[in-house]
């Protein structure tokens, strides 16, 4: 029973976690659902290695963090 109880537990408080839309496994300010309804990586922080994490790129420059370059100008986003 507290076997089962130390394996449970922590399962349990990942899974609510999951369910209010609060995890964010690779810590770049998306939660794992926005990045799955925007189509980036939630396993990696910077989607399309322009230097800037998902999170920065949505909430702080938008940018897009599927395009290495959004305006189209030939440098990365993070180098713009």
Request: net charge negative; hydrophobic share 30%.
């Amino acid at each position: 029973s507290m076997r089962l109880r130390r394996v449970l537990v922590p399962w349990l408080v990942l899974l609510a976690v999951s369910a209010h839309g609060a995890s964010d496994f690779d810590n770049d300010l998306l939660t794992d659902d926005e990045e799955l309804e925007r189509g980036t990586d939630p396993r990696h922080p910077d989607s399309d290695r322009d230097g800037l994490p998902d999170g920065k790129e949505v909430l702080s420059y938008g940018t897009d963090p599927l395009k290495w370059d959004t305006d189209g100008g030939g440098a990365p986003d993070g180098e713009e």
